[in-house]
């Protein structure tokens, strides 16, 4: 199985702030990534496939980057809204796997 | 605009077999290049991939369920289902159920049903 990791776990930021999230896969899966969001109580959704191209619907202040095993999702200008835990998932090969999340405080 | 909707008992009993079933609407299940996919999130945990369907006829299953898991699916109901054997409480979990399409050769879970959460106990 391929192992995604995320960091941080955890982070702590304001509205306004520019947030940084990564994923690292045990190997190379090209640009076999997709992110996506999950607030409490409610089903995850799908925020960037194909590493960094941007669901019809996703405001623009979310991008994501990379390419082989090194991946990122940044958030520019924080909202109140993208409180919420960000899952990090490669479609290479099967089993699907996912991050273990990142989950996206208020300071 | 396609809807997933999870269906099933909540409470399972160990050593017991749990089913659930996914309803699509605003789409045919059985048209178009989707896989139908199970995934799972035990409370307070990460998304776990359970397998899926392809509507071409193919299943696929996470090896470390996949001598207890089935998945199925119904064409004349517009439903795909999951099957899971011999529970125990490790397979406490909430179950989504998702559609996955092709971006290219790459694939992303697009929608989601809103998940149904099923305990295992006595």
Redesign the interface.
């Known amino acids: ?1 391929i192992q995604m990791t995320q960091s941080p776990p955890s982070l702590s930021a304001s509205v306004g702030d520019r947030v940084t999230i990564t994923c690292r896969a045990s190997q190379s899966i090209n ?2 990534l ?1 992110w ?1 969001q999950q607030k409490p109580g ?5 925020l960037i ?2 590493a960094s ?1 941007l ?1 019809s619907g996703v405001p623009s202040r979310f991008s994501g980057s990379g390419s082989g095993t090194d991946f990122t999702l940044t958030i520019s200008g924080l909202q109140l809204e993208d409180f919420a835990t960000y ?1 990090c ?1 490669q ?1 290479y090969s ?8 990142a989950k996206v405080e208020i300071k | 605009q396609v809807q997933l909707q999870e269906s099933g008992p909540g409470l399972v009993k160990p050593s017991q077999t749990l089913s659930l079933t996914c309803t699509v609407s605003g789409g045919s299940i059985s048209s178009g290049s989707y896989y139908w996919t199970w995934i799972r999130q035990p409370a307070g945990k990460g998304l776990e991939w359970i397998g899926r369907f392809y509507t071409g006829g193919s299943t696929n299953y996470n090896p470390s369920l996949k001598s207890r898991v089935t998945i199925s699916v119904d064409t004349s109901k517009n439903q795909f289902s999951l099957i899971l054997s011999s529970v125990t409480a490790a397979d406490t979990a909430m179950y989504y159920c998702a559609r996955a399409s092709n971006y290219g050769s790459k694939k992303a879970l697009d929608y989601w049903g809103q998940g149904t959460l099923v305990t295992v106990s006595s």
């Open positions: 199985d640009s076999y997709n996506y409610k089903a995850p959704k799908l496939y194909t191209t669901q899952y998932q479609s099967t089993p699907w796997t996912f991050g273990q999340g």
